[in-house]
């Protein structure tokens, strides 16, 4: 339809009232309207392939500002044996700032939504962190703001009377002499550690 650098808008028109699928030739854009991408792949390659050059805009943008409890993005692969069921991965060699993943709840009125949640119903871990021996922080937690909440906290309303650690931290070689379990640093005037039973 059309020619290189002269093209036309063409509209795919669907049995519902403002249900279309329009190719805009202004924006270059392919929109539905009031309608979904369903894929149904059956093969063993990957059912959406996004190839982009981009450099700081977004790859995949998800605008959800309607979603109150339901998914901005709901990833299920029931079928799934083996593999990752999401994967993040940067290749770049760029040294500069940047996030891989960025999860932010940007409304201070949202009090009630978690920035991140894992439910593990089975026995196996629910979060494991790999990290390179040169990484400067494999975890950092930064609370700047907070004021009466908490930085991190661990809970467990267990009943079961089995031995277990609800933390742990393990240097597991003898020959890290150097290496410091656990450093806390208080400049306030309260106590380091405080024990409530």
Not at 14 to 35: I, K, R, Y
Not at 38 to 59: K, L
Request: proline share 0%; with cysteine; glycine share 8%.
């Amino acid at each position: 339809v059309g020619a290189d650098d002269q093209g036309y808008d063409v509209i795919f028109y669907g049995d519902t009232a403002s249900s279309n699928m329009t190719w805009d030739t202004s924006e270059d854009d392919l929109v539905l309207n009031d309608s979904r991408l369903v894929i149904d792949q059956d093969d063993n390659i990957s059912a959406i392939h996004i190839d982009s050059e981009s450099t700081s805009a977004g790859v995949l943008y998800l605008d959800a500002n309607a979603t109150t409890t339901g998914f901005g993005l709901e990833v299920v692969a029931n079928g799934l044996t083996s593999g990752t069921l999401a994967s993040f991965t940067s290749d770049s060699s760029s040294t500069s700032s940047r996030n891989i993943v960025l999860i932010k709840n940007d409304n201070t009125s949202a009090t009630g939504g978690n920035c991140l949640r894992l439910d593990q119903d089975s026995t196996g871990t629910a979060m494991q962190i790999a990290a390179a021996t040169t990484a400067t922080d494999i975890l950092s937690l930064t609370g700047s703001s907070v004021t009466t909440g908490r930085l991190a906290h661990f809970y467990s309303d267990s009943s079961d009377n089995n031995s277990r650690n609800l933390v742990q931290i393990t240097n597991d070689n003898a020959s890290a002499d150097n290496a410091v379990g656990l450093q806390i640093q208080q400049d306030g005037a309260d106590a380091h550690i405080e024990f409530a039973g």
